[in-house]
């Protein structure tokens, strides 16, 4: 159980991580767009 708890905590902060790392590119690539 722990170790599945653990899988699912990863990847909801990669998930996180990933979202946040993308709207920061896109917001930037938006920016220098204009």
Do not use: P
């Amino acid at each position: 159980m722990a170790r599945v708890d653990h899988l699912n905590a990863t990847h909801f902060f990669v998930q996180i991580f990933v979202n946040n790392f993308f709207s920061g590119a896109f917001g930037k690539g938006v920016i220098q767009n204009k």
